[in-house]
């Protein structure tokens, strides 16, 4: 039986990172993210003899504005981050990626292995794999960046806090199938691939109330049996990346390595004991790239 397998990047080099930050390009970038939604939902102080106003739409904007340049600047980034589209009334359709594919992949309907979404849009999708480490400062920091990403977890890393996850679940983030122990799937049974799919699957849904959709296999290796049994558990879809980011370096898939349209961009829950920094420095080095080459970060599952 033909497996698929990707490298294991659960490594680093040892080059530091340097983040500089301008006062005045945060400031300039605040008026060119267009954030809308409103920073505040209270009234303006009532004047002499009159009731409160609630401020005007631009009056929110720009209170919005500079509440994402204080928070880019809090963070040390160079600019705000952009500001993704609304997502699509008609979602695109996912296939597998040409070479990606098993035996009898349309035939039995399986879930697509990916690693780009379709899209006309200047949009990549942020991902992070397993749940080592619980940083409350990268929860803080992605939520007051508004930045949205999809977390696949392994019960074995995240059952010391699962509400570390319901903590980013309550701020809008997706949690997702990663395995119960996160093993090497294609050296697996079917059934014990099953197992360790399906019984993620039942943590999910006690720990955070949904059954996903979503899983990516461990190292991104697979073979027919891991999709066919992920089918079984309720799996739709199985996206890997195109780029990995470090704290100190990215990774690519492609020769270019350059950015694409829709893709998916991995990184891990991963701190000093593993990693030159933080996940807050790892952030900062993909909010930074990302941003200054004119892309903004979407949710994944907007476009599943």
Same mark, same amino acid.
């Given at each position: 039986?033909?497996?698929?397998?990707?490298?294991?990047?659960?490594?680093?080099?040892?080059?530091?990172?340097?983040?500089?930050?301008?006062?005045?390009?945060?400031?300039?970038?605040?008026?060119?993210?267009?954030?809308?939604?409103?920073?505040?939902?209270?009234?303006?102080?009532?004047?002499?003899?009159?009731?409160?106003?609630?401020?005007?739409?631009?009056?929110?904007?720009?209170?919005?504005?500079?509440?994402?340049?204080?928070? /880019?600047?809090?963070?040390? +980034? #160079?600019?705000?981050? !952009? $500001?993704? %589209?609304?997502? &699509?009334?008609?979602?695109?359709?996912?296939?597998?990626?040409?070479?990606?594919?098993?035996?009898?992949?349309?035939?039995?309907?399986?879930?697509?292995?990916?690693?780009?979404?379709?899209?006309?849009?200047?949009?990549?999708?942020?991902?992070?794999?397993?749940?080592?480490?619980?940083?409350?400062?990268?929860?803080?920091?992605?939520?007051?960046?508004?930045?949205?990403?999809?977390?696949?977890?392994?019960?074995?890393?995240?059952?010391?806090?699962?509400?570390?996850?319901?903590?980013?679940? /309550?701020?809008?983030?997706? +949690? #997702?199938?990663?395995? !119960? $122990?996160? %093993?090497?799937? &294609?050296?697996?049974?079917?059934?014990?691939?099953?197992?360790?799919?399906?019984?993620?699957?039942?943590?999910?849904?006690?720990?955070?109330?949904?059954?996903?959709?979503?899983?990516?296999?461990?190292?991104?290796?697979?073979?027919?049996?891991?999709?066919?049994?992920?089918?079984?558990?309720?799996?739709?879809?199985?996206?890997?990346?195109?780029?990995?980011?470090?704290?100190?370096?990215?990774?690519?898939?492609?020769?270019?390595?350059?950015?694409?349209?829709?893709?998916?961009?991995?990184?891990?829950?991963?701190?000093?004991?593993?990693?030159?920094?933080?996940?807050?420095?790892?952030?900062?080095?993909?909010?930074?790239?990302?941003?200054?080459?004119?892309?903004?970060?979407?949710?994944?599952?907007?476009?599943?």
């Amino acid at each position: 039986m033909r497996h698929v397998g990707q490298n294991d990047k659960f490594r680093s080099s040892p080059r530091s990172l340097t983040v500089r930050c301008s006062v005045a390009v945060l400031a300039a970038a605040a008026v060119l993210t267009g954030c809308s939604e409103p920073g505040s939902s209270g009234t303006a102080p009532a004047g002499q003899g009159g009731p409160a106003k609630a401020p005007d739409a631009a009056s929110a904007r720009l209170a919005e504005q500079r509440r994402m340049v204080a928070a /880019a600047r809090k963070w040390r +980034l #160079d600019q705000v981050p !952009l $500001t993704a %589209p609304a997502p &699509p009334k008609i979602k695109p359709r996912i296939t597998a990626r040409a070479g990606f594919e098993v035996d009898h992949q349309e035939d039995e309907n399986l879930p697509p292995v990916f690693t780009t979404v379709p899209t006309d849009k200047k949009i990549v999708f942020l991902t992070i794999d397993d749940g080592a480490e619980k940083d409350p400062r990268f929860l803080s920091m992605m939520r007051e960046l508004k930045v949205p990403y999809t977390a696949f977890l392994s019960d074995y890393l995240v059952k010391d806090d699962y509400g570390y996850f319901r903590k980013s679940q /309550a701020y809008g983030n997706t +949690l #997702d199938n990663h395995t !119960l $122990t996160h %093993p090497y799937l &294609p050296g697996l049974s079917y059934e014990q691939q099953r197992q360790e799919i399906c019984g993620m699957q039942d943590v999910m849904e006690k720990q955070y109330g949904r059954r996903p959709e979503v899983l990516r296999p461990p190292y991104g290796d697979y073979n027919q049996d891991t999709l066919r049994a992920a089918k079984s558990c309720g799996i739709k879809y199985a996206p890997i990346w195109n780029e990995e980011v470090f704290v100190d370096h990215w990774e690519y898939r492609e020769d270019d390595r350059r950015l694409r349209k829709g893709d998916i961009v991995l990184t891990h829950f991963r701190g000093p004991d593993e990693w030159n920094g933080t996940m807050v420095d790892d952030m900062r080095r993909f909010l930074n790239k990302v941003t200054r080459e004119g892309y903004a970060v979407a949710r994944l599952e907007d476009y599943l």
